[in-house]
């Protein structure tokens, strides 16, 4: 049962068969996904849909798969958190977060890409897969590889986070570390799966990949009730995931499950590795690559691939683009733990970071139905943050020094 039809250049609209490919031939254009919208239909009901376990995979319909998942059967379906003590502090009365810091099998949103980009490369026959990663996808595929008992390799920056390595190392995947940033890290993997021949899933299984990512906005949706945000923040990277949240809301209104929405999404940045909230400022959808300075490592993308239409998404829902500093980040993080309780990495940081601008710069408003994207654990950067501001006391296990401390 596969509902897909063909990959579809997103520039020329040239159509191909399901096979690993990522541009067009013609245009040099990325391909995407398409699928038979009316026969799904005409086989997917919301009453079927809400039988289904509470995973990703009760949206399989929407994902590129032929037959069932090989591997992270159990990701996704994470927790929609109505966020009364942050939205009483920053001044919202309707405000959510979509809480991917506990997704599983590693703790990030990528296991969502994972899980569908690992399950097509078996389908499609590959029996060595391996990413170029900034951090989670490293963790994501690793994990995933191993579970599915294939032979992964995996090249991250030389500079990342101590746990974001030893959580990919644990796996025991083959792990490189490039004495470079994330972008040569990739142009490196595209090199790698041309002559080897690997499924190396954020680049020769990339729109298959990149579909995994519309399952966080399936469950928003669904998580509300059917209802529609008003606005949605991302945080963004390479500019995939705002974009799939987008096409994800394109089709529940397709399916009619929603009304049409008129969701504002708002992507957020790092200042110190900002292209897209750049370009966006520039009123222009041309992306000037960065060399990346920043504690959000994940985020850490100087030359995004899908930047360009990540401008183009925020730009016509009416939203906005921007950047916070390391120190906004830090405070963020601090702030969101604090409030509800939630320990987000840095990239989550980010987000909460600019939603606090938004709301200060009045662009999203105290009714207004809100959900913010925590995407990353706080666990894997804790080098963000330090124990300076924490000082804890030490006492004997004596009763009289405890009450000493009180006073
Ligand atoms: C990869 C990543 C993102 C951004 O993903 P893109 O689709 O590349 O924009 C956001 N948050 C975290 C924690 C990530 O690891
Ligand atoms: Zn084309």
Redesign the pocket.
């Known amino acids: 049962m596969e509902f897909t039809t063909h990959l579809v250049c997103r520039e020329c609209g040239k159509k191909y068969p399901l096979e690993p490919l990522t541009v067009c031939e013609d245009c040099f254009g990325p391909l995407e996904l398409d699928y038979d919208y009316e026969r799904i239909r005409h086989s997917l009901t919301k009453k079927i849909l809400k039988s289904r376990p509470q995973t990703m995979w009760r949206y399989k319909e929407f994902l590129p798969l032929k037959g069932e998942p090989r591997v992270g059967k159990d990701v996704g379906f994470t927790p929609l958190i109505h966020a009364s003590r942050l939205g009483e502090t920053l001044g919202l009365k309707n405000l959510y977060l979509k809480n991917?810091a506990v997704n599983f099998p590693t703790l990030?949103?990528?296991d969502r890409?994972v899980s569908v980009s690992i399950s097509k490369a078996i389908e499609f026959g590959f029996t060595v897969v391996g990413c170029a990663s900034?951090?989670?996808?490293a963790n994501a595929v690793a994990a995933q590889a191993a579970a599915s008992g294939l032979e992964s390799y995996i090249f991250i920056p030389e500079d990342l986070e101590a746990a974001k390595i030893m959580a990919s190392a644990v796996y025991r995947p083959h792990l490189i570390k490039v004495k470079n940033n994330y972008d040569a890290v990739n142009r490196l993997c595209s090199e790698i799966a041309d002559e080897k021949g690997w499924a190396i899933v954020n680049v020769n299984l990339r729109p298959y990949y990149?579909e995994g990512?519309k399952t966080m906005g399936y469950e928003i949706l669904e998580q509300l009730g059917f209802r529609v945000p008003d606005n949605v923040i991302?945080?963004?990277?390479?500019?995939?995931?705002?974009?799939?949240i987008k096409k994800s809301f394109d089709e529940f209104e397709t399916m009619e499950w929603i009304d049409t929405h008129k969701t504002r999404f708002f992507g957020a940045q790092a200042t110190g590795c900002a292209p897209i909230s750049t370009a966006f400022k520039k009123n222009s959808s041309e992306i000037q690559p960065v060399k990346p300075q920043t504690i959000a490592k994940?985020?850490a993308?100087g030359n995004?691939?899908?930047g360009h239409y990540?401008v183009q998404t925020i730009r016509n829902s009416g939203g906005r683009a921007d950047d916070v500093s390391d120190r906004e980040i830090v405070d963020a993080i601090k702030l969101l733990a604090v409030t509800e309780g939630i320990f987000t990495?840095t990239?989550?940081g980010v987000t909460i970071g600019v939603l606090k601008k938004m709301v200060e710069e009045k662009e999203i408003r105290p009714d207004e139905l809100t959900v913010a994207?925590i995407?990353?654990q706080g666990l894997k950067t804790i080098e963000a943050l330090s124990e300076r501001d924490y000082p804890i006391p030490v006492i004997e296990a004596d009763y009289d020094q405890f009450e000493a401390l009180l006073h």
């Open positions: 991917d990030s949103f990528k890409v900034t951090g989670n996808l990149a990512s991302i945080p963004m990277a390479g500019g995939s995931l705002l974009n799939k994940s985020l993308i995004p691939a899908d990540a990495e990239a989550g994207c995407t990353g």
